[in-house]
């Protein structure tokens, strides 16, 4: 996990996961050091040069892996921890590079939390939202991973989608902002929350507008979107 090519570093992180996931001591001693890493980084290092953001992502990142491979019943006692550095980290106007780890962690921790995700939806929710304020517009990587872990929380709250107008409302005004890039990953994201809402809160979409949006992009010469 600590080398530069991101391959190796992705199986580290997955690999640090699939141990975690047989070893309930291994998996606490390294959620342990994954968050206490971050926050020795942060302390020490006001201007964050090159090495500490590279440390920075990729504790971050093996966060979103033990979540993915223990699961949420395992994992949960440790998401709040998990949440709070992530949350702080994805806002990094600074670093464009940490906010991409971090929003990859996030997308990878909501999705396998699920329901046990439930107490930190809205505030997640509102944070995308804010990303899109920054100087900084994220990138279609970030953005890509913004509209997967927009996905998961309608995913984990979707019985009280309908009944809740501000989870709603930011979701909405969430997908209205990744329609705006043209990248067909990003319009597919998009989509994907459109179809969700379609599904679980289907007064809330409307058709009008819907309909012609998705039957410009079913023609679309993407293999993916369509």
């Known amino acids: 996990i600590q080398q530069r090519d991101i391959k190796l570093r992705r199986a580290g992180g997955e690999g640090l996961g699939m141990i975690a996931r047989g070893d309930e001591g291994f998996m ?4 342990s050091w994954a968050d206490k890493k971050i926050k020795q980084q942060l302390a020490q290092n006001k201007n964050e040069p090159e090495s500490v ?3 920075i992502c990729y504790c971050t990142f093996v966060l979103g892996c033990l979540h993915r491979s223990v ?3 395992k994992s949960h006692p440790h998401l709040e921890a998990t949440v709070r550095s992530i949350h702080r980290m994805v806002q990094d106007e600074k670093n464009p590079e940490v906010a991409k780890y971090a929003t990859h962690a996030l997308h990878l921790t909501i999705e396998s939390t699920g ?12 944070l995308m939202y804010t990303l899109f304020s920054q100087e900084t ?4 990587e970030t953005l890509c991973c913004m509209g997967r872990a927009v996905n998961g929380l309608i995913s984990a709250i979707a019985p009280e989608l309908e009944s809740d107008h501000g989870y ?3 979701s909405l005004a969430i997908c209205e902002e990744l329609k705006v890039c043209s990248h067909p990953f990003v319009q597919a994201q998009a989509i994907l929350i459109l179809q969700q809402l379609v599904l679980f809160a289907p007064r809330t979409v409307d058709s009008s507008s819907f309909l012609p949006y998705l039957r410009e992009w079913l023609a679309s010469k993407d293999v993916y979107v369509r």
């Open 28 to 31: 606490r001693s390294v959620f």
């Open 53 to 55: 953001i590279f440390k």
């Open 71 to 73: 699961g949420g019943m």
């Open 115 to 126: 329901v046990y995700y439930g107490p930190h939806v809205f505030t997640t929710l509102s």
């Open 137 to 140: 517009y994220p990138d279609v």
């Open 168 to 170: 709603v409302n930011r």
